[in-house]
């Protein structure tokens, strides 16, 4: 996985500066076992899935060290649901381009993940 030497910020990576968020997950460090195969180890963060606007809303995966996540996957999956999306602001975020087996992609870290208070409903009744 070639890394190249360029680092994005929130904004330039996903469109805004407090995007969309999709998914909730924990991140796991993963082991070499026995079997030659990679599992997954204890518990080093959480995993935060947020949308790219200006990339066709394309996923994006922002890992932080955060072992309690600010909202949970419930919450977030009922807010997807609801067409009532979560936005959210990460503290310290870094993102970086790679090459890899499947072409281009970004990996993305972050100290901290706040959740922003939605707009207010603007719909048309």
């Known amino acids: 996985m070639a ?3 360029i680092s994005l ?9 407090t995007p969309f968020l999709v998914g909730v997950s924990e991140d796991w460090e993963w082991i070499d076992g026995p079997d ?6 204890s518990t080093i963060g959480t995993r935060y899935t947020v949308l790219m606007l200006q990339s066709e809303c394309a ?5 932080t ?28 975020f870094t993102a970086s381009p790679y090459q890899g087996r499947n072409g281009l992609g970004i990996s993305a870290n972050a100290e901290k993940c706040m959740v922003v208070t939605p707009a207010a409903n603007t719909s048309k009744t």
């Open 65 to 92: 060290p955060e072992t309690t996540p600010a909202v949970s996957a419930e919450e977030v999956a009922a807010a997807c649901l609801s067409g009532n999306f979560i936005r959210v602001r990460f503290e310290g």
């Open 36 to 41: 030659g195969k990679r599992h997954p180890g």
């Open 59 to 63: 996923p994006l995966v922002v890992k």
């Open 3 to 5: 890394k190249f030497n």
């Open 9 to 17: 910020t929130c904004e330039q990576a996903t469109g805004t500066a």
